[in-house]
T-cell receptor, first 117, second 113 residues
Framework: GAVVSQHPSWVICKSGTSVKIECRSL??????MFWYRQFPKQSLMLMATSNEGSKATYEQGVEKDKFLINHASLTLSTLTVTSAHPEDSSFYIC?????????????FGPGTRLTVL | QQQVKQSPQSLIVQKGGISIINCAYENTAFDYFPWYQQFPGKGPALLIAIRPDVSEKKEGRFTISFNKSAKQFSLHIMDSQPGDSATYFC????????????FGEGTQLTVNP
């Protein structure tokens, strides 16, 4: 159990367009979902934390108007990169936190490679 | 105080050897320390995790050693295999960071055949 999926796995878009990335917890209800960004050979950088039905909490330096997060249900969160530019090209990874039996483990999705031309 | 320092940045080990990756933290409020394994182009996968009330946890070839007084923890991979070649991240959670994970910088492990 504890499978997290992301869609799409990769996307190429033109500069100025918006891209939506979906994150789903397939076999559990996620109390919290997280969105990360990862550049090549670097660690994961947390962008925002979202709880179902409430506004996302963004990390310092992350533009909330550019990276729109919607957490519509306990199994689905979406990240929309608005008016994407080449510098937004990166590997975006979500994780879902399952609180069960006293554990609160984050399970990661497979990531989405975004390339903005 | 929220940082987690990880070393080495890269590690090359021969097949069958022991791989050791170290992490150090400052925030004594951290209460959960997972290790993640990441292959190129994939998301991180939880490998093993420990809480500060135990000094060691073993799962198969993977062992976490935890030194609460030194605020350090390490991952040991016994009988390292070429398939273990990946990037490993330590992380910590707790205190004012809540459920958010603070990641180390990562260690790129290469196991030569």
């Amino acid at each position: 159990g504890a499978v997290v999926s992301q869609h799409p796995s990769w996307v190429i878009c033109k500069s100025g367009t918006s891209v939506k990335i979906e994150c789903r917890s397939l076999d559990f209800q996620a109390t919290t979902m997280f969105w990360y960004r990862q550049f090549p050979k670097q660690s994961l950088m947390l962008m925002a934390t979202s709880n179902e039905g409430s506004k996302a909490t963004y990390e310092q330096g992350v533009e909330k108007d550019k990276f729109l997060i919607n957490h519509a249900s306990l199994t689905l969160s979406t990240l929309t990169v608005t008016s994407a530019h080449p510098e937004d090209s990166s590997f975006y990874i979500c994780s879902a936190s399952r609180a069960a039996g006293g554990e609160d483990t984050q399970y990661f999705g497979p990531g989405t490679r975004l390339t903005v031309l | 105080q929220q940082q987690v320092k990880q070393s080495p940045q890269s590690l090359i080990v021969q097949k069958g050897g022991i791989s050791i990756i170290n992490c150090a933290y400052e925030n004594t409020a951290f209460d959960y320390f997972p290790w993640y394994q990441q292959f190129p182009g994939k998301g991180p996968a939880l490998l093993i995790a420990i809480r500060p009330d135990v000094s060691e946890k073993k799962e198969g070839r993977f062992t976490i050693s935890f030194n609460k007084s030194a605020k350090q923890f390490s991952l040991h991979i016994m009988d390292s295999q070429p398939g273990d070649s990946a990037t490993y991240f330590c992380a910590a959670r707790g205190g004012t960071s809540g459920s958010r994970l603070t990641f180390g910088e990562g260690t790129q492990l290469t196991v030569n055949p």
